[in-house]
C-alpha cells in the first residue's frame, strides 16, 4: 500500500530496530448523503480542537464558518490524517496531507434516473411529455458550468458592481436584469447556488422546478444556453451523452419550459398568462432581495445546505 523504510523513528525506535516508515496512501470515492448530520459532526471535532497561537479564538471560529458553509471542509476536519491515526494503535503519525476534490467518477446516471419506459410503468401513454436522459444531461451539464461561472464572477469581482464598459468581463451576472447589476457579494453568491440547488434535482433523478423567483431566472439561462450549445456544437453534445437512450422527447426545450415552470409560485388569475409572462410580472415587481422568498406552495430548501464555494 505504501513505500517502506527500514530507518527507526519515534519513542522506542532504539529498542526496536525493526520500526519501520510506511507512507500510506487512501484514495475514497464519498457521496454526501446527510449534509446537515455531516456538518453537525465537523463541528463538534472543530470545537474539540486546540488551537494555539494568537488569536485562538478567531481560528476557531474561522475554521467552525468554513466547515458551516463547505462539505468540503467538513471533510476535511473529519479525515484529517492526525485524527485518523490517532485512532489507530502502536503508531505514530510522522505528518501527513489531506487533499479533497469533487470528482466526475461519480457522475449521475440519467438513463436510471430517467427512465423512458416510467411512464408506461406508471400508467402514463404515449404522447405524455417526458423528461429524457440525454435532456436531463445537457441541462444538467450546464446548470454546472452556470454555477461554475457565476463562482468565477463572484471571485473574480467580489461586489462591485456591473457596468457597460465591464459587461463583457462578467460570465453570468451581466446577463441578469440591470437592477441587479450593484447587489451585494452575499447576493451573487446565493445567485450561484441556485443553478447547483437545480442541478442538485436532476441528479437525485427529480425534475427541477423552479421553488423561487431567482430559480425562475437561473433554469430560464440554462435552458437558453443548453439550447445554443446543441445548435452550435452538436458533435459535443452528442459525444456527452455517449450510450444514453434515444428519444423522440429530446432537446425540447419548449416542453421544458412549458412543464417545469409555473409549477409553483403565485397565480395571476390571468388564463392568457403563460408561465413566461408570469414571471416576467414577478420580475418587474418583485426587488431582488426578494428573488430568494420559496414560493407558499413550493418545498424549502435546507437553509444550511451550504454553498460550493
Avoid: K
Avoid at 131 to 136: D, E, H, I, Q, Y
Avoid at 197 to 216: I, K, Q, S, T, V
Avoid at 274 to 303: C, K, M, S
Wanted: net charge negative; glycine share 10%; proline share 6%.
Amino acid at each position: 500500500m505504501g513505500e517502506r523504510s527500514d530507518h527507526p523513528q519515534g519513542p522506542g525506535a532504539a529498542e526496536d530496530s525493526g520500526a519501520q516508515e510506511i507512507e500510506a496512501t487512501v484514495v475514497l470515492g464519498i457521496r454526501i448523503t446527510d449534509w446537515p448530520a455531516l456538518r453537525a459532526a465537523a463541528r463538534a471535532v472543530v470545537e474539540e480542537l486546540d488551537f494555539v497561537g494568537i488569536d485562538a479564538a478567531g481560528q476557531r471560529e474561522a475554521l467552525l464558518r468554513e466547515v458551516e458553509e463547505d462539505p468540503n471542509a467538513a471533510l476535511g476536519a473529519l479525515l484529517h490524517p492526525d485524527r485518523l491515526t490517532a485512532a489507530i494503535p502502536g503508531i505514530e503519525a510522522l505528518g501527513g496531507t489531506l487533499e479533497i476534490s469533487v470528482t466526475d467518477d461519480f457522475a449521475p446516471d440519467f438513463a436510471e434516473l430517467f427512465p423512458l419506459d416510467a411512464e408506461l410503468e406508471d400508467g402514463g401513454g404515449v404522447g405524455d411529455w417526458m423528461l429524457t436522459p440525454r435532456t436531463a444531461c445537457l441541462l444538467h451539464t450546464q446548470l454546472i458550468t452556470l454555477a461554475d461561472s457565476a463562482y468565477d464572477d463572484l471571485e473574480e469581482h467580489e461586489g462591485d458592481p456591473v457596468t457597460d464598459e465591464d459587461e463583457p468581463e462578467w460570465a453570468v451576472f451581466a446577463r441578469l436584469p440591470r437592477r441587479t447589476w450593484g447587489m451585494h457579494r452575499a447576493w451573487r453568491r446565493a445567485l450561484a447556488r441556485t443553478f447547483d440547488d437545480l442541478a442538485d434535482d436532476l441528479a437525485l433523478g427529480e425534475w427541477p422546478l423552479p421553488r423561487c423567483l431567482a430559480e425562475e431566472v437561473a433554469l430560464r439561462l440554462a435552458l437558453a444556453d443548453a439550447r445554443q450549445l446543441l445548435v452550435a456544437q452538436p458533435q459535443a453534445v452528442a459525444d456527452m451523452m455517449g450510450e444514453l437512450p434515444v428519444d423522440l422527447y429530446d432537446y425540447d426545450w419548449d416542453g421544458c419550459a412549458d412543464e417545469l415552470f409555473g409549477v409553483f409560485g403565485p397565480d395571476d388569475g390571468d388564463p392568457e398568462n403563460d408561465a413566461a409572462g408570469r414571471t416576467e410580472d414577478l420580475l418587474g415587481a418583485t426587488h431582488p432581495e426578494g428573488w430568494f422568498l420559496t414560493y407558499e406552495d413550493a418545498e424549502e430548501r435546507d437553509a444550511g445546505r451550504g454553498y460550493r464555494r
